[in-house]
């Protein structure tokens, strides 16, 4: 794959998420963090998607990634994790999916309706289980890095 | 829909207080976070924490609204569909993304109706991605309509109420899920409203 198209694709990611930080109104320290957590994990779902072509696995990883990157950086800017999450999950959460569902059982096509249903929870899900298993690395790991910044 | 319980260890007694679900604002949430941190460290004392967080209550904590318009149509033009959609579907849905967030924000203003806002914001992008594309102007109506509802819609809040779930917060985990399905569902009903009524007007 190009590396224009990965470096495109990871600047939109950090635009998506440093707009959705102003409209959720993240305090602003925590605003350059969060877009350029959002944007490396857009590029890890882009580059996962990519090689392993399921829906599962890019979410998972990108997770693991915000997850990761995410506390890191609220340890450095000292502020609660739950807010750096929010904006950069933005473009990697199911909203289009969920809408589509809802807009074909509007029309009446069941099936495609429910087969979106099922996929926005599969998306989900795997979001949510990213978040959980690094959220237990993170826990770890907390401890060393906290030793590390401190000497830095 | 949601509520805060607040319970004394040492007292038979819980208050709850219901919590007007409006827009978010994590600035405040990580204000009274830093105060509380503070309470808690020993820093400052019963009293200044009541002032501080009284303060908080009241500080408009906000970005400007040309800040806030700009952020909502960097939200609009969705990294997933780069490279998928054209770029001028793309800088389009930059533009009806601002008209879609700003309609429901304004709506929001006026009513206290639930989902309304979602539905009048999915209308408004609908009936002006049908009609740039009705004039020709551009290629996709429903690569518009997906990039500029990202701000939107509720999917950072069905994954946090699953996140939630796996927490074992079931209760609060439910209410937020079922609240995106009803979200959804509404942002779906305005824009198939939006995108028949183009429909209609045209084939007049």
Known sequence: MDIIVILTEIVFGFLSSVGFGVITNVPRRTLMASGITGGLAWGVYVIVDQVSGNLILPNLLAAVTIGVLANIAAIAVRAPVNVMYVPCLVSLVPGAIIYMSMKDFTLGHDATAQQGLIKTLTVAFALAIGFVLAEALMNQLRPWIKRLMRRA | ?????????TEAHTHLIKVRTGDFNLQKVDEINSVSRAFVGGEIDFDQLQQRIE??????????????????????????????????????????????????????????????????????????????????????????????LMPLVP??????????????HTISGMVRAVDAVLVAGAIGGGVVLGAVLVRILAGV
């Open chain 2, 1 to 9: 829909m949601t509520a805060v319980f607040v319970d004394a260890q």
């Open chain 2, 155 to 168: 999917g950072v809040a069905l994954t946090n109420s699953l996140r939630e779930l796996i927490g074992k």
């Open chain 2, 55 to 148: 303060a908080i209550d009241r500080k408009v904590i906000d970005f400007t609204w040309p800040q806030k318009i700009f952020g909502a149509g960097l939200v609009s033009v969705a990294p997933m569909l780069l490279f998928k959609a054209t770029w001028a579907d793309l800088a389009w849905a930059f533009f009806v993304g601002i008209a879609g967030y700003l309609a429901s924000q304004w709506v929001g203003r006026q009513t206290t109706t639930p989902y309304i806002t979602s539905a009048v914001g999915g209308f408004t992008i609908a009936l002006l991605a049908a009609a740039l594309v009705q004039w020709g102007w551009a290629t996709s109506s429903d690569n518009i309509i997906i990039s500029a």
